[in-house]
């Protein structure tokens, strides 16, 4: 069991206090106090400054959203492809497509399973799980969780978003779409873009809960459930089928009126914010302060008891169709009954 800084906050009380420590922060490492975060914008009444206070820490501090959009700005100023060079499918533009999704991958989640997981450069500092990666296990590819993940995430899914985004920039290129500049449209430019991460949940959701049914789970979802501890290289670690459907998300900009930038920023943050909510790890330590936001607890918990939380905690679906996990002990519970009810 952890002690000091590390141990759960209750955890420590309780033995301070001699009262009973809550059950299910007992099962972790490190959990969030209190139930897991919501989106106010979805509460009545109304509360503005909470509201205000979700969105700027979402928009204006170092998070998943943030790094994707300095990803997508500074890969578009440096080496997005001509729009006209995208006219015919031809190999040079293609390539350049490819390498801007697989190198900020690499770097990210190559970069994160370095610090966190080989250096050990924060320890256990607000990591949830208390385990290690998986090593010489027969359900992963290659017996090891982390070549695994990196075979589905770079070998399948980078393949099909690759694919999808290729047929958009073609169709986007040769005028088959509705499309914008920034000049001639700056406000809609901004409000699309502050937009495309709502559209992602809201897609993720209903793809998500698809992929439960018990059918469907078996053989496509099962794969990105090896991980039931998760890493960063577990993000978008999905079997081709899932791939295929989860991707389809790129689709809204063949109706949408939309920039190349819209895309590329939609592409982070479908591919890399993952890298950073599955890396294991609430917070990024700098030094001996919190210097970014990573693992995303809402998420933890679907990947530790399955049938909850299928959604984000963007738009909140699992409150309103009744499988939200707030990490209370009742909540996991309540999951264990609906599980087995699905599967007898
Ligand atoms: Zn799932
Ligand atoms: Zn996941």
Redesign the pocket.
């Known amino acids: 069991m952890p002690t000091g800084p590390t141990m759960p906050r209750d955890q420590r009380a309780a033995q301070i206090t001699g009262a009973t420590p809550d059950p299910e922060s007992a099962r972790w490492n490190y959990c969030p106090e209190g139930p897991v975060n919501l989106n106010p914008l979805f509460r009545w009444p109304l509360r503005p400054v909470a509201v205000l206070k979700w969105y700027s820490g979402a928009w204006l501090q170092i998070t998943a959203l943030t790094l994707c959009l300095v990803l997508a700005v500074g890969a578009y100023a440096l080496f997005f492809p001509a729009l006209e060079s995208m006219q015919s499918f031809a190999p040079g533009w293609m390539f350049r497509i490819w390498l801007l999704n697989m190198v900020p991958q690499i770097l990210v989640a190559g970069g994160l399973h370095w610090w966190l997981y080989m250096r050990k450069g924060q320890g256990m500092y607000k990591k949830f799980d208390r385990r290690d990666l998986t090593r010489d296990n027969g359900t992963f590819t290659f017996r090891n969780q982390v070549w695994d993940n990196i075979w589905w995430t770079l070998g399948s899914a980078m393949t099909v978003a690759t694919v999808y985004q290729w047929g958009i920039y073609w169709a986007m290129a040769n005028g088959y779409m509705p499309t914008v500049t920034w000049a001639s449209a700056p406000v809609w430019c901004l409000v699309w873009l502050a937009f495309i991460p709502m559209w992602s949940g809201l897609h993720f959701y209903w793809v ?1 809960r698809l ?2 049914h018990p059918k469907l789970y078996k053989h496509v ?1 099962a794969v ?2 090896r991980n039931v501890n998760i890493g960063p290289w577990s993000g978008i670690s999905n079997h081709w089928y899932e791939n295929l459907f989860y991707f389809t998300t790129y689709f809204i900009h063949l109706i949408v009126p939309s920039h190349p930038l819209h895309l590329l920023f939609h592409s982070y943050f479908q591919q890399v914010s993952p890298v950073l909510s599955h890396s294991g790890f609430e917070k990024l330590k700098v030094g001996d302060a919190d210097a970014a936001r990573a693992g995303d607890f809402f998420h933890q918990l ?1 990947h530790r008891y ?1 049938e909850c939380n ?1 959604g984000t905690s963007e738009i909140p679906f699992d409150k309103w169709f009744g499988t939200y996990h707030d990490g209370s002990a009742e909540a996991t519970t309540r999951t264990r009954a609906y599980k087995k009810q699905m599967y007898t």
């Open positions: 998500h992929e439960h979802h990105h459930h679907h399955f299928y």
